[in-house]
């Protein structure tokens, strides 16, 4: 082959960030192709809008499909410097006088193919070279296609340990004051015992941001960790093809097993002595309308009811399941948003429960502002109570007649509806 036609050969088949032969390459959006974990690595710290390393074009997509007739030119090209090698009196066999293009898959030798057809390896498994280190680079691929998902995986755990580190003061100061609020209502004897909720609250706070920041520290070590091998398996993806048949990965296998995992902050329900009992006297019937109810697997519906002023409260039993929403909506909600695909929170005042996929874990959140609740997921009963004039919205776990969060400053219209919304799945 002409010296220039096989340099600009080379050239095309090379990718553009490590200089080397493409392993896995993919064609981007403007026409140009690279390494796919080249391009992985690039692109991780960077935001949604990627950018192509060689025109700085920008592209959104980031899951791309092998470009399968560069990689076949690619694997031609690896072959023909293979052959170019072995072409050397160094991997010519000593006893044949033949070039040892046959790999030995027992003993990791490579052999001549008279030597291949001896008895000394007789029932051996045996491929040429170059199919060989093409079948290990492929595995090796495979491994690293797996180590990525994990990788990313553990970037978006981190991610959310970031995100919870960081808003962890404000909503234990929220729940400090909702329930410092409760207490202000309670009568001067229960002093000793807001005081030891406070205490309960301090201790657990303190032990739960230690935990979140050492979840953040273990998950951002094992991230390089884990990056540190991506990059070193890419690095025997690039190697010439005899000495990547010498390379062995039993050491990704281990590293793989212990993965941090997020911490789910839970603080105690602690009881307030008297509280379910106190807001009894305020305490009505709701009943759901007849013509918005049904008994399929999924139902949403609202109360007969229209709260206009006054204080109210009920309770709702919603058993052990794990998908479930109770509140009051503004008027306007049940008749604008109803029927809407994508969830809107404004007019709802709500707490709500849903199960993560199969996952055993669930989301626990109140709306108007949409915020996530660190407690004990309350089980059989939620108590809630409306202080219309004082505009605040409260959910109380009846069983352990403990406070789960207030509302506070609920931008109420003039009429006020009951919505219930339960998944029995």
Known sequence: MDSRFWHVFQKELTCLICKKYFI?????????????????????????????????????????????????????????????????????????????????????????????????????RHLSVDRAAEEHRETLLKTMECLWKILCENSRNMNMEIIKTRSWEDYVDSRREAIRNVFQKMPLYLQEEEQHHWEILYKEHREIFEQLNESQARMAHKRETLRGMYKELKEMCHKPDVELLQVTTDKCESMLLHMPQPVNPELSAVPITGL??????????????????????????????????????????????????????????????RNTKTFVDKGLFLIACVKKDEDVHYSFFTTSPLLVQYVARPINHIGLFLDYEARTMSFLDVDHSSLIYTIPSCSFSIHLKPIFCCCHL
């Open 24 to 124: 896995d390459p993919v064609t981007i959006d403007c026409g140009h192709s690279f390494c796919r974990p080249c391009l992985y690595l690039c692109w991780q710290e960077t935001s949604d809008l990627s950018l192509c390393l060689k025109c700085k074009r920008v592209t959104r997509k980031r899951d791309y499909k092998t470009d399968i007739s560069i990689k076949n030119l690619a694997v031609l090209a690896r072959k023909a410097s293979l052959l170019q090698f072995l072409s050397s009196e160094e991997h010519t066999c000593v006893v044949h006088k033949e070039t040892k293009k046959i790999f030995c898959q027992e003993n990791k030798n490579l052999l001549c193919v008279l030597c291949s057809d001896s008895q000394e390896h007789q029932g051996h």
């Open 276 to 337: 379910i009992e106190t807001l009894r006297y305020f305490q009505v019937t709701v009943t759901l309308d007849p013509e918005r109810f049904n008994q399929h697997i999924c139902f949403l519906a609202w109360g007969v009811h229209t709260f206009i002023s006054g204080r109210y409260y009920w309770e709702v039993d919603v058993g052990n399941s794990c998908n479930w929403a109770v509140g009051v909506c503004n008027g306007f909600w049940k008749e604008k948003y």
